[in-house]
């Protein structure tokens, strides 16, 4: 405990002053920008994070079919990085994504909705092994806030607002809202903003359980969320994968089930190099350095 206090003292002394080593992404995207981020001045440094940035402030980030696709081709990059613990996604100017592109949707029709099972590849950003963490800027609504709740950790600034509004176009939410929103929210009040279409704001979404915190600041909205990924990045990555996939299962298992599956999972880590090293490191009064193994 006092390694990881000494770390926390560490980063928070130095995040704002840490130079950050950024790489582009040797692919080229049309509605997303995509950077690495590397802590120089934390020892042990860790893992980088991936930042993915939406980039279609004009539209509010607005999820088209072509935005989706850069966004699932970024993130199932950095999930096969060995050098990425996690990815960051935000959205530039006054919005996280405001949701789908409604220009896109208006004039579809119920068999070409149906047959290309429309919004089942969104689903894609739920199934990435590494740690995900939205960093909701500003307006997250419709497929802005299924977007969220399809990440591990939600973090929003002070200006943040949450909705599904789809109600008032005729339509219901469609990649999750429904069911992800009552997981997190409960039944009462996912009915409320549902049948409504009305947001919430960031503290309210504190407040309920819809994120984890609000970030006062905007301009250091970013910064907490790199903070999250490189704490995330110091440790062991096998063990990181197999808790976000107990705590995700915990969704799709009765209590009994779940506790199994979590045993059995914990059981098999024994196995690997990474709980010998954090162990032994525990009882040396050592700050483990893991090896991913």
């Given amino acids: 405990m006092n390694c990881l206090s000494t770390f926390q003292r560490q980063l928070s002394s130095h995040l ?3 130079l950050l080593r950024v790489l582009s992404s040797s692919k080229e995207y049309n509605h997303i920008n995509v950077s690495k981020h590397f802590p120089d001045l934390i020892k042990p440094p860790g893992l980088g994070v991936g930042l993915i940035t939406l980039n279609k402030p004009k539209s509010l980030n607005a999820l088209s079919d072509a935005l989706y696709e850069d966004l699932i081709h970024a993130c199932k990059s ?5 050098n990425i613990g996690s990815i960051v ?19 579809k029709k119920f068999a070409e909705a149906y047959k290309a099972n429309m919004f089942v590849q969104w ?7 590494k740690p995900i963490i939205a960093a909701v800027n500003g307006f ?10 399809m990440c591990d950790i939600i973090i929003a600034s002070n200006e943040a607002k949450f909705g599904q509004p789809e109600i008032n176009l005729g339509i219901i939410p469609g990649a999750g809202g429904t069911q992800r929103l009552i997981r997190s929210i409960g039944k009462s009040k996912s009915m409320e903003m549902i049948l409504t279409g009305s947001m919430i704001s960031s503290k309210q979404a504190e407040k309920d359980g819809l994120i984890s915190r609000v970030v006062e600041e905007n301009d250091d909205l970013v910064l907490e969320a790199l903070k999250i990924g490189y704490t995330i990045g110091q440790k062991g990555q096998v063990s990181i994968q197999m808790a976000k996939e107990a705590i ?7 209590l009994e ?10 059981h098999s880590l024994f196995s690997t190099r990474d709980q010998k090293i954090g162990m032994e490191s525990f009882v040396m009064k050592e700050v483990p350095n893991f090896t991913h193994n």
């Fill in 248 to 254: 995700n299962a915990a969704n799709e298992m009765t």
């Fill in 257 to 266: 089930q779940g506790l199994n599956f979590e045993r059995r999972l914990f």
């Fill in 16 to 18: 704002n002053k840490v």
């Fill in 89 to 107: 996604i935000t959205g530039r100017g006054k919005a996280f994504a405001a949701g789908a592109d409604i220009t896109e949707m208006r004039t």
């Fill in 123 to 129: 689903a894609d950003i739920s199934k990435i092994s």
């Fill in 140 to 149: 997250a609504l419709g497929g802005g806030c299924e977007l969220a709740m």
């Fill in 78 to 82: 950095f999930d096969s990085e060995n």
